[in-house]
């Protein structure tokens, strides 16, 4: 059986990229599709490769009914080859995704994730790394609805 497989992508592995995962993987497994898919996530940058997400991510996911269970790690090239979706956070990611292939088929497979949440006019997923409690709980709110947009179109 082919297993679809998804990564999302944001900076350092450490606050977005890693609730998105969790969020979707807590989806997929809600509707009972755990074994129809492959979930990671990354960073493009390698300042965090091998820790676990912010410890203000967890706390916020765990207050959500969320749990976390990843270590950070770079985007490598082979990424390109494992995952049907690749799925990122900003627009300096998806340059930076972007730039490390020239090959169509691995750009056709790199997309924002909001691109796909169509009753959303922002594009971007912010940041809450320099923020407060209230900015990692929008951050929930955002990736929370856009990997729902993303189980439906996947389905």
Do not use: W
Not at 23 to 49: E, P, R, W
């Amino acid at each position: 059986m082919h297993k679809t497989k998804v990564l999302f992508v944001c900076l350092g592995n450490i606050c977005r990229s890693p609730l998105a995962e969790a969020l979707f993987k807590h989806k997929v497994t809600q509707a009972g599709l755990h074994d129809s898919f492959l979930i990671d996530s990354c960073g493009t940058a390698n300042y965090h490769v091998g820790i676990p997400p912010d410890a203000r991510t967890i706390a916020n996911a765990k207050q959500n009914g969320i749990d976390i269970n990843h270590l950070g790690r770079q985007f490598s090239m082979d990424d390109f080859e494992t995952f049907d979706h690749i799925l990122v956070m900003d627009k300096q990611n998806l340059k930076n995704v972007l730039r490390l292939t020239s090959k169509e088929q691995h750009q056709q497979k790199v997309k924002l994730l909001r691109s796909i949440d169509t009753s959303d006019d922002e594009n971007e997923v912010p940041d809450p790394y320099y923020g407060t409690e209230k900015d990692f709980q929008h951050v929930f709110e955002v990736l929370d609805k856009a990997t729902a947009a993303l189980l439906y179109q996947l389905k």
